[in-house]
């Protein structure tokens, strides 16, 4: 059933119904497949599509509440102006004519005055649609404003695996129905990746694999494995260093796989003596017998599937802690065979081109970039040249989600930065805005969707007219560069156009897959060799070695360790680790503003283990103040088992207007 082909009929329920093709546009491993139920102009049902391999016929509780979110009385329907302080949310009614006006005078006086790169984007993940996602790049890239460099997500974690690997696109999902141990390192997919967990259930119920979760917290999945490995924060790579002192010391790795497909054994061999499992138990609390145990066990179940989440390259060192974690299954041979590998983001596999998405060749060259995680310091910054006087905001709401929220907020309150944000609803960065525009949702317009996890291109056709005045981000864009005098066809083409092209550039993945079929079909698999595909079967690695890499020159040059580094951030006394993972409702601050999310949420909170709070005088929802050098915040205390002592944990990412 998993792997079955077939298209399936859309039959509408009534002759005045009809069905549309959609995918969740969420940033979320699934790219969940639907169905779009429409009646007279009305969306009236939103279902799971029960023959998509990895959707399978259900959907999360973000997923649930769809109809809520496209019908919310919050809904942006017209463009806004403001007309009280920053931050105070006061708006009037205002045309799109004055809106563009508006815009365009501010976009030739600052390039007039200041230069085209005292002008910033923020964008990153409130669409996943690859035409909404990138086309507004070309329109910057034409006016030579500066650059917004994606850093928040999973970089770092991808740089430390493809200096072993060549490339961090590994495992298809759907092969992982043929592992016989599933390992969720840093990942808790019963909340981020219920249709990973799903699969990974099947291939318990029916093959007898082991389901393994490394993580500080007790998460809904750790309470669902057969095995839970509980380090402390920030130790996973010397947790992964200890795993493989075991492999080697017992004699239990692939010694035929090392000593042909990898270089640099003898050096990581070096190191691992250091890491005895009594060392490691110091260092990460986990038990010695516990590491011993995941080393057996890890050598004995092959083929495995390890799945390593995003938090843990959040963290020092943490592209070196998921490079080091990920050596582990080339040491067990678990590389190029039917249900071995690593899943951590496959996007690569569909080879899009972000320098022609984004049309790069229309910048003028040398094009400022600005960190993303920075926001707060580029806004406030007194010596960067020139300094930035407009911020676009679109497909973010960095007033909840950048780090550094006091400075963020300092930097958006500034009367001299001009600042326009295009969204559904009035989030916490549109209360700072000068201008407001309205976004559509996903059901009005038509995009294509290549998922980081699985190997589906899906497509999201237009189910709807837009609500409103809503424009989406490639006609906000388009209408934008014909009213700046832009005429370069890049700046105009409209989606199909855009769709046709990136189907149509040459990755022979990709070939057969056109619009047309995607229509038909709602999705399809890229044209691997094998469904499911076995990443590396050839054994072949784009490093330079041509093998999987322990010992990287390329790490080398870049300045880092050659072999997978262990540094450590120290204890320090008095203070605690805090983990703030995303909620099980929320992704990251989309659909706080729903009330029946709301209500499942509660208000922010807590957890604390119930030794730190019987230390601390703290009871069961007292109030409490948690703070460090960069700000402080009001929670309402739970004690739970989640947390170990010394570990807090809270969920990520209420509105903070929402959340007093």
Same mark, same amino acid.
């Given at each position: ?264 054994? @003898? /050096? $990581?061999? *070096?190191?691992?003596?250091?890491? &005895? ?7 990460? !609390?986990? +038990? %010695? ?87 707060? @310091? /580029? $806004?406030? *910054?007194?010596?960067?040249?020139? &300094? ?7 497909? !973010?709401? +960095? %007033? ?87 005429? @370069? ?105 729903l009330p029946r999310v709301r209500e499942l949420l509660g208000g922010p909170s807590l957890e604390i ?52």
């Open positions: 059933k998993t792997l079955r082909k077939t298209v399936r009929s859309l039959e509408p329920t009534s002759p005045a119904e009809k069905i549309f093709r959609s995918t969740c546009p969420r940033n979320c491993y699934d790219a969940c497949s639907m169905l779009t139920h429409v009646r007279d102009g009305v969306v009236v049902k939103i279902e799971a599509d029960r023959e998509h391999p990895i959707t399978q016929g259900f959907l999360c509780s973000k997923g649930g509440v769809y109809l809520e979110y496209l019908y919310s009385k919050d809904r942006i329907l017209h463009p806004l102006k403001r007309i009280g302080e920053k931050g105070e949310g006061k708006f009037e009614r205002i045309s799109w004519e004055e809106a563009f006006a508006v815009i365009t005078e501010k976009l030739r006086r600052i390039a007039e005055e200041y230069g085209p790169e005292a002008v910033l984007y923020y964008d990153f993940s409130g669409t996943m649609g690859v035409v909404n996602r990138f086309f507004p790049h070309r329109f910057f890239s034409r006016y030579g404003s500066s650059r917004l460099g994606w850093t928040l997500c999973n970089e770092a974690g991808r740089v430390g695996i493809s200096y072993v690997y060549g490339a961090a696109h590994g495992m298809d999902p759907l092969d992982m129905l043929n592992s016989k141990l599933i390992v969720f390192w840093g990942f808790n997919p019963a909340w981020t990746n219920i249709h990973g967990l799903n699969l990974a259930l099947h291939a318990k119920r029916e093959r007898g694999a082991m389901i393994a979760v490394v993580d500080p917290l007790r998460t809904e999945t750790a309470d669902i494995a057969d095995l839970h490995v509980r380090p402390k924060p920030g130790t996973d790579g010397v947790l992964a260093y200890g795993i493989m002192n075991v492999l080697v010391d017992e004699g239990l790795y692939d010694r035929d796989f090392v000593r042909d497909y990898t270089h640099g054994f @003898e /050096a $990581l061999r *070096s190191r691992l003596s250091a890491f &005895p499992p009594s060392k490691v138990e110091e260092v990460t !609390s986990v +038990p %010695a017998d516990q590491v011993v145990e995941f080393a057996r066990t890890w050598a004995a179940r092959r083929p495995s599937c390890l799945q390593i989440g995003y938090g843990m390259q959040r963290n020092l060192n943490g592209g070196e802690m998921v490079r080091a974690v990920s050596c582990i299954q080339a040491l067990t041979g678990n590389i190029g065979v039917s249900g071995g590998g690593f899943l951590y983001s496959n996007s690569r596999y569909f080879g899009l081109d972000l320098g022609w998405m984004e049309a790069l060749h229309l910048s003028p060259k040398g094009r400022r970039t600005i960190n993303m995680v920075k926001l707060g @310091e /580029a $806004l406030t *910054s007194e010596e960067l040249r020139p &300094p930035i006087k407009m911020l676009f905001v679109f497909n !973010s709401n +960095p %007033a909840a989600v950048c780090p550094n929220q006091g400075l963020v907020r300092k930097g958006l309150a500034r009367e001299d930065l001009f600042t326009v944000v295009h969204d559904l609803f009035p989030t916490d960065t549109v209360d700072y805005a000068d201008l407001v525009l309205p976004a559509p949702s996903f059901l009005e317009y038509e995009d294509i969707f290549f998922s980081y996890y699985s190997l589906y291109a899906s497509i999201n056709e237009k189910a709807i007219e837009p609500l409103g005045e809503s424009l989406s981000n490639i006609d906000l864009f388009r209408e934008l560069a014909k009213r700046m005098g832009y005429m @370069e066809s890049e700046l105009l083409e409209d989606a199909d156009q855009v769709i046709d092209q990136v189907l149509s550039r040459g990755n022979p993945l990709l070939t057969g897959i056109t619009r047309e079929e995607l229509r038909r079909r709602g999705y399809i698999h890229l044209n691997t060799p094998k469904v499911p595909h076995i990443a590396f079967e050839d054994r072949v690695f784009p490093t330079p070695s041509g093998k999987v890499e322990f010992y990287s020159e390329r790490a080398l040059a870049d300045g880092y360790d050659p072999v997978p580094s262990c540094v450590v951030a120290p204890d320090v006394p008095g203070m605690f680790r805090l983990l703030t993972p995303l909620s099980k409702y929320l992704l990251h601050s989309q659909f706080h503003n283990s119930r030794e730190d709070a019987s230390e601390l005088g703290i009871k069961d929802g007292d109030t409490v103040s948690v703070q460090n050098e960069r700000g402080s915040c009001t929670l309402t205390a739970r004690l739970s088992d989640t947390v170990s002592k010394g570990l807090l944990a809270s969920y990520s990412s209420f509105w903070p207007k929402l959340s007093p």
